[in-house]
């Protein structure tokens, strides 16, 4: 006899749109009233008949509520005919881990119950998101169908079982209905292990001249970090920091940027005796910030790096890559490699959504984003560890067979040879958090409004404009057409700004303004990026009328 199913009747919450990486709201609204189980009933009935007798995989950031959420969803899936879940040990799976269990284990999907890089506990965020069979977050066509089905939810289907243990890891079986706890480790770590090669990798980090510092932040790649560098890399225990992963995650914002991981810039902005190099990773472990001694690696130019260097250092991408692709606000030092490479390159809206048809269809090896997502076609989502194992892959190759006591190739010479070879896009983003909603529209109307009447030619203090569009992407596996995806003023001599409103808020809106300019003269490739970008950023403020408009005179976060 299948588990029995208990129905409850409810009744629907407006507002459960998914956006860019699933719902993300309040954890108080979460916790009251159904509100996550109106969605999670929401995905397996538009799933319909599609998810019986399936497997998918559950687990999360570690957050507050993450644990009482994870028996919610496994009761719903008992009773919504799912047979089998598979379940990060203490409900932890890191989202490229997911995305890996899916592919290793041909599973149907997984939910992971994470608000991403945004701060966790009862007064802060929570999130939930949904990934398809290939690893991949939902498609549109997937969560514009969850939304229909939570605007007239009346009935939740519980199947009727108790709570599962699940800080063991084994087997619970059901009538009908299987609980698996794996390590938050499986497949994932393997599959890193196939693509670097580990070996160098471990002599290299043994070295008693080279030091990392990796900072998990209190958030999920603490449940990795200490089993990826130190037991099986070697490295000293005091290579990685902060890996308790905490509800709240330490009280901190667990987004690897120079605002917010101040503890880590601190350590590598310390003086001679820094250590060599820094990452660091967010709350759900797909984002990375790479630094070096004294030294930035922006996100836009890391994908370009790890792209010129990968064949070389990285043996899944021996036989060469396939293409690369970058999202649009992105600054554009991935174009130079891939122009100079000879390799296919796409140009893809702001979410790492987009990669995925590229990557199924064989177009594209290694993608990034200017958000600190950096990633390959060895999961269907960004990887904040793959990109500090690349990393340091390309570190540890350019420094293979170096005696003790001869200097290092760094992560700052590395950078610079880039450069010198192929340019810099300098890059910068201004964020302007926390802005009223109808302030935010109305300074992009406005902008919308300019775009409407520019045309080739037009002046813009010294600049001169290309074109000014809103950026439209057609895809080209699929033909599906994503429009209004950036407010962008291309100059002739390849410079940009770019506005957009951040889609992955709890509340109000976020003002994303990036700005770009390319450079090639040597004597200014080692410039500060605010210093060379200043009179684009000040075009880009009064074209906008940014503060006119929301009464901010200066951003909250820069990168
Ligand atoms: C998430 C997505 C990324 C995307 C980013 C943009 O992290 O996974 O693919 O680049 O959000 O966030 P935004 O706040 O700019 O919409
Ligand atoms: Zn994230």
């Known amino acids: 006899m299948p588990v029995s199913v208990l129905s409850r009747s409810t009744s629907p919450h407006a507002g459960q749109k998914t956006g860019t990486s699933g719902l993300r709201k309040k954890t108080s609204v979460f916790t009251s009233d159904n509100y996550l189980a109106n969605w999670v009933q929401a995905l397996f009935s538009s799933l319909g008949s599609e998810i019986d007798g399936q497997t998918i995989c559950l687990g999360g950031d570690g957050r507050y509520f993450n644990r009482e959420a994870a028996q919610i969803i496994l009761k719903l899936a008992a009773g919504n005919g799912i047979s089998r879940v598979i379940v ?79 800080a063991v890891v084994g087997t619970t079986e059901f009538d009908g209905f299987t609980v698996e706890v794996v390590e938050c480790t499986a497949e994932y770590v393997p599959l890193l292990q196939q693509v670097f090669d580990f070996d160098m990798l471990k002599a290299f980090l043994s070295r008693p001249d080279f030091r990392m510092k990796f900072d998990a932040m209190h958030a999920v790649t603490g449940a990795y970090a200490p089993k990826i560098f130190c037991e099986l890399l070697g490295a000293p225990e005091s290579s990685v920091v902060n890996c308790g992963v905490l509800e709240d995650f330490g009280g901190g914002h667990p987004d690897p940027n120079l605002t917010y991981a101040k503890e880590l810039v601190d350590i590598l902005y310390s003086g001679a005796d ?76 702001t979410g790492w959504k987009f990669f995925g048809n590229l990557m199924d269809d064989g177009r594209c090896s290694i993608c990034g984003e200017e958000s600190f997502g950096t990633s390959s076609d060895h999961v269907r989502e960004k990887d904040g560890l793959w990109a500090v194992l690349s990393w340091l892959s390309i570190l540890a190759k350019r420094n293979e067979g170096k005696a003790a006591g001869e200097k290092l190739v760094t992560v700052e010479d590395i950078a610079k040879e880039h450069w010198a070879k192929f340019g810099r896009n300098f890059f910068s983003r201004y964020d302007y958090e926390g802005v009223e909603s109808e302030k935010a529209n109305a300074m992009m109307d406005h902008v919308r409004s300019v775009i409407a009447s520019a045309k080739k030619g037009d002046k813009f203090g010294e600049f001169e404009l290309d074109f000014a569009d809103d950026f439209e992407y057609t895809d080209p596996v699929d033909g599906s057409v994503a429009s209004k995806q950036g407010l962008r003023f291309v100059f002739t001599d390849s410079s940009r700004f770019i506005f957009r409103l951040s889609g992955t808020g709890s509340s109000g809106a976020t003002i994303r303004m990036y700005i770009e300019q390319y450079e090639t003269d040597p004597s200014k490739l080692e410039m500060d990026a605010q210093v060379a970008l200043k009179s684009l950023i000040d075009v880009a403020l009064e074209t906008s009328k940014l503060e006119e408009f929301t009464g901010r005179d200066k951003p909250t976060v820069i990168t």
């Open 274 to 349: 820094a250590p060599d190099f820094g990452a660091a990773s967010d709350g759900d472990g797909d984002r990375n910030m790479i630094l070096g001694k004294g030294f930035f690696v922006s996100p836009s130019d890391s994908v370009a790096m790890i792209a010129a260097n990968a064949q070389e250092c990285i043996p899944y991408f021996k036989d060469g890559l396939k293409g690369v692709a970058r999202s649009m606000p992105t600054g554009g030092a991935l174009d130079k490699v891939a122009a100079k490479m000879n390799l296919p390159f796409y140009e893809v809206p």
């Open 88 to 166: 990060g040990k203490s409900a932890i799976l890191a989202t490229p881990a997911a995305s890996a269990l899916i592919r290793a284990r041909s599973l149907f999907g997984g939910l992971i119950m994470s608000a991403s890089h945004n701060p966790g506990g009862p007064s802060e965020d929570w999130g939930i998101k949904f990934n398809y069979k290939s690893g991949e977050p939902a498609p549109e066509r997937i969560t514009n169908e969850i939304f229909k089905f939570t605007e007239t939810i009346s009935e939740l289907k519980f199947g009727d079982i108790p709570d599962v243990d699940l």
